[in-house]
């Protein structure tokens, strides 16, 4: 089955107000920020944007445009915030996080990873040693204080762990170095950090790769994601940028 697309527009069709949106990448690699601008440019509102680690502060510019249009009302990260104090107290997003107008909910990074597999694998919930005893276990980490539920604690094998949830979003957003035609993926180093366990988790995965391929143009072996797993593929370029600090 063919699941390329003529145009972001075509992409992006089925995601409306409300949506939770995975954004695949880990801080500036495997960002898809081509799908990105088209969800700006859609103006869709109300938006959760499910991350991995830091995807937005590796493409500020779209960031910066969808918190100037009201399209973000919850983030799910490891890593949102800028490292710098002074510069994330300027910036539009994190000054919207410190006044409530944007929900932020924070995972230790691998316990996010596993709760986007999980949803893939079709795992409900899992538990977890990661934060038993901290701030974690007392509580989701979220600026929103209706979330902070104290999590369920069991001791498995002499070890205290925590009751996590699989997360399960609408849409995955993801960027390929390659695809096919039938959806079957292939990353690049980093850009597998995040991306892969997205195109499991989501209801529906669209994805825009550097290179699109006849089916069998990549190697069995060097699929990272199957088809299956991805419902429309567009072709981008592939996008030169300048590293910022964080």
Do not use: W
Not at 28 to 48: D, E, S
Not at 87 to 105: D, T, Y
Not at 217 to 243: L, M
């Amino acid at each position: 089955m063919d699941k390329t697309v003529e145009n972001l527009d075509e992409a992006i069709a089925g995601i409306a107000d409300g949506a939770v949106v995975a954004i695949g990448g880990f801080f500036a690699a495997g960002v898809p920020r081509a799908l990105l601008q088209a969800l700006v440019n859609k103006r869709v509102r109300h938006l959760t944007l499910a991350c991995g680690a830091g995807p937005l502060l590796g493409a500020q510019q779209e960031l910066e445009q969808l918190v100037a249009n009201g399209q973000i009302a919850k983030v799910i990260d490891s890593y949102a915030l800028f490292r710098s104090a002074s510069k994330g107290a300027a910036h539009p997003f994190e000054q919207q996080v410190r006044s409530g107008a944007i929900e932020l909910e924070i995972h230790p990074m691998g316990t996010l990873a596993e709760k986007y597999r999980a949803a893939g694998a079709g795992i409900a919930a899992f538990f977890v040693p990661t934060g038993a005893g901290s701030m974690v276990e007392a509580g989701v980490l979220s600026n929103a204080a209706a979330a902070r539920v104290p999590k369920e604690l069991r001791t498995i094998n002499g070890t205290p762990c925590m009751l996590e949830y699989a997360l399960k979003p609408d849409f995955a957003l993801v960027h390929a170095h390659q695809g096919d035609r039938e959806g079957n993926l292939r990353y690049r180093k980093t850009a597998r950090n995040f991306n892969a366990v997205m195109a499991m988790a989501a209801a529906v995965t669209i994805a825009e790769v550097e290179e699109c391929v006849e089916p069998g143009g990549i190697d069995p072996d060097s699929v990272h994601t199957a088809g299956i797993f991805v419902q429309k593929v567009i072709q981008v370029p592939r996008r030169a940028f300048e590293i910022t600090n964080l």
